[in-house]
């Protein structure tokens, strides 16, 4: 089992950058498929980005690919989604997920979540 913690949001005008993290717990952590995912307001769960577990493999929401990247640190545990050119409709509640499959778009096939981050951009 693995615990997740999502971290690293807040408040930021249009065209500025944050980066979430997603640290957890546990000694296999190199074996999980880890995804990002956001929830607007009103808005069903998307996928936005997920990384194998070695970091060998990523994929990403279509509309976001140019501006986000996904990452790694096995030795920290850690998950990192780098956020560029943030728009007002990133504004969402983010969270990061630990699967057994390979890099997936499905929520389902993820089993453990992190408690969300919230992100807000402003115009």
């Known amino acids: 089992q693995v615990q997740l913690v999502d971290s690293g949001g807040g408040l930021v005008q249009a065209g500025g950058s944050l980066r979430l993290s997603c640290a957890a717990s546990?000694?296999?952590?190199?074996?999980?498929?880890i995804g990002w995912f956001r929830q607007a307001p009103g808005e069903e769960r998307e996928f936005v980005a997920a990384i194998s577990g070695s970091g060998r493999s990523s994929e990403y929401a279509d509309s976001l690919k140019d501006r986000f990247t996904i990452s790694r640190d096995n030795a920290k545990n850690t998950v990192y989604l780098q956020m560029n050119s943030l728009k007002v409709e990133d504004t969402a509640v983010y969270y990061c997920?630990?699967?057994?499959?390979?890099?997936?778009?499905?929520?389902?096939?993820?089993?453990?979540w992190g408690q969300g981050t919230q992100v807000t951009v402003s115009s």
């Open positions: 997920a630990a699967g057994f499959s390979y890099v997936n778009k499905r929520a389902e096939a993820y089993h453990y």
């Open positions: 546990g000694r296999t952590f190199g074996t999980y498929t």
